[in-house]
């Protein structure tokens, strides 16, 4: 069978590929390119059927207090139940507050401070409705996963 127009036999592309030196990548480089590569593929895969995934990229920080940042990733209309990331820059608080429904927290890195109460890295913490504390602290900074009813905490 004779190859299609403008194409190169099995002989003349032996003979190139072998005649190519292999270009060395450092290894950031190849990192790099493995990244790419790997972020374009993911891209075209579609999520499973009744899933939905949020992008770290795609949602962008806000400042909620000083040194506070907040990232809403999810929020049921029906129940208004939300879930965020808060990332505490060292030394800033979230101001004392009443929780007028549960709120959940997972600390992710770091560490905050309820008084002389330590939540550290990896600990989950429930703040039941009706409870109450003082100034959270993060003194050396914090990200958190906050899970509770939307607008149960407002900004100045």
Not at 4 to 26: F, H, K, R, V, Y
Request: a negative charge; one cysteine or more.
């Amino acid at each position: 069978m004779k190859p299609p127009p403008n194409t190169l036999d099995e002989q003349a592309l032996q003979s190139l590929s072998e005649a190519i030196m292999p270009l060395e990548l450092a290894p950031e480089q190849r990192d790099r390119m493995r990244t790419r590569m790997m972020e374009s593929v993911a891209e075209r895969v579609a999520p499973p059927q009744q899933t939905e995934t949020v992008r770290g990229e795609s949602v962008k920080w806000r400042q909620f207090w000083p040194g506070v940042w907040v990232q809403q990733l999810h929020l049921d209309p029906q129940t208004r139940v939300q879930t965020t990331l808060v990332r505490m820059d060292p030394g800033s608080s979230i101001p004392a507050h009443v929780h007028g429904y549960d709120e959940e927290c997972l600390v992710m890195e770091g560490e905050i401070r309820l008084g002389d109460y330590a939540v550290r890295r990896g600990d989950f913490h429930v703040a039941r409705a009706g409870s109450a504390h003082g100034d959270l602290v993060a003194p050396a900074g914090a990200l958190l996963m906050i899970r509770g009813v939307a607008d149960s905490m407002h900004a100045p």
